[in-house]
């Protein structure tokens, strides 16, 4: 059986879909059979993201209407042995999102899976309920920044109340914070909220710490999820986070600032 | 240069701080309303209006909340009046 992961966040462009990605990619790595979901009907762009956009032919939409079936929709990465993406519909009705649907199709995953990443729609909208409602376990990505850490906090409160685990009364879903986009340079000079103020805030566990990168945008630009790129310090930083999440123990990289001697006196 | 004037910094407080004092207030004030019932924060309304028309008070004078203790909820009003010894005194309470 499956264990389901949904990376959410409530506000757009905090790096959601990188790290739905990045973290699916990681896990097929390490042998798990992976599949990772795009929920942003109507905005599809995980497919993008892990550059497969030109072999989407069915999708999820499709597969809950039976005008096509799993098999047809999955979409078997080139580079990753393990890893699939069912990319998420372009259609206009959000209603096409149906309980039922998602359901069935999550029930046909769990049978066949390892790990089923929910990559959740920005919002708290119906789409983004949908990828949230059948977690086990949630990655809320947070910048450190406080539109994104409130909007946050909202997330982790539906989490708890809205979600198929909290009306079953069942354990509450685990909770695991990302806190993405981080510059430790700016942490220190006091211009931006440290990861364990944000941790302290939203009071859930800190899983890693991914700092801002021009190597994301590179990595998106060319359809590769980020922990391929073994040189970049976000592509180090997800394999860490997924590292902690499967229970290795990894000291916390990438949250101070590298010193060199002569900038502590020239300001460099 | 900016190391120079790093120096003068440390008399202000950090944006960073201020953004984290921020968040911690209004983070636990919407996660008291979500705590309880949707109707909460309507009846704070209604129920400030009804005392009002007896005793002006302000509206951080009316605290509601929700609790659980074992199969009850227990909802829990307070009402703090302000002091009627003074000129008001046609507004005590019998």
Not at chain 1, 229 to 242: I, L
Not at chain 2, 69 to 91: A, C, M, R
């Amino acid at each position: 059986m499956a264990k389901i992961i949904v990376v959410t966040s409530g506000k757009g462009g905090v790096g959601k879909t990188t790290t739905a990605a990045a973290f699916s990619t990681a896990l097929a790595l390490r042998g798990y059979k992976t599949v990772v979901i795009d929920f942003d009907v109507g905005l599809r762009n995980l497919d993008l993201v892990m550059g497969c956009e030109r072999r989407v032919v069915y999708d999820l939409i499709n597969v809950i209407n039976h005008e096509g079936n799993l098999n047809q929709a999955l979409i078997k990465d080139k580079r990753v042995e393990n890893l699939f993406i069912l990319p998420a519909s372009q259609t206009r009705n959000k209603d096409a999102l149906t309980l039922e649907g998602v359901t069935s199709v999550i029930g046909e995953l769990k049978e066949r899976f390892d790990f089923i990443v929910c990559d959740s729609p920005a919002g708290i909208e119906h789409g983004a309920m949908m990828a949230m409602y059948f977690a086990d376990e949630a990655l809320i990505v947070t910048n450190p920044e406080v539109s994104s850490v409130r909007d946050s906090d909202r997330i982790i409160g539906m989490l708890a109340s809205k979600t198929l685990r909290a009306e079953r009364g069942d354990a509450p879903i685990k909770e695991h914070l990302l806190v993405t986009r981080y510059v430790p340079t700016r942490v220190s000079n006091g211009d931006m909220m440290s990861a364990e103020d944000v941790q302290e805030i939203l009071a859930v566990p800190l899983l890693g710490v991914v700092p801002e990168s021009p190597d994301i945008l590179r990595a998106s630009n060319s359809g590769v999820p980020i922990t391929l790129d073994e040189k970049s310090e976000a592509g180090q930083a997800y394999q860490d986070a997924v590292a902690r999440f499967l229970g290795e123990n990894r000291p916390m990289r990438f949250l101070n600032v590298k010193k060199h001697f002569f900038s502590r006196w020239f300001g460099g | 240069m900016s190391g120079f004037l790093d120096y003068f910094k440390i008399s202000r407080r950090s944006s960073a701080a201020v953004a984290k004092e921020r968040l911690q207030i209004i983070v636990a004030h919407e996660r008291g309303m979500l705590k309880g019932p949707e109707y909460l924060p309507m009846l704070q309304q209604e129920l400030l209006a009804v005392v009002r028309k007896y005793v002006p008070i302000l509206d951080e004078h009316i605290k509601i909340s929700m609790d659980k203790d074992g199969e009850y909820e227990i909802l829990e009003l307070n009402i703090s009046l302000p002091d009627v010894s003074t000129k008001n005194s046609h507004f005590r309470t019998p």
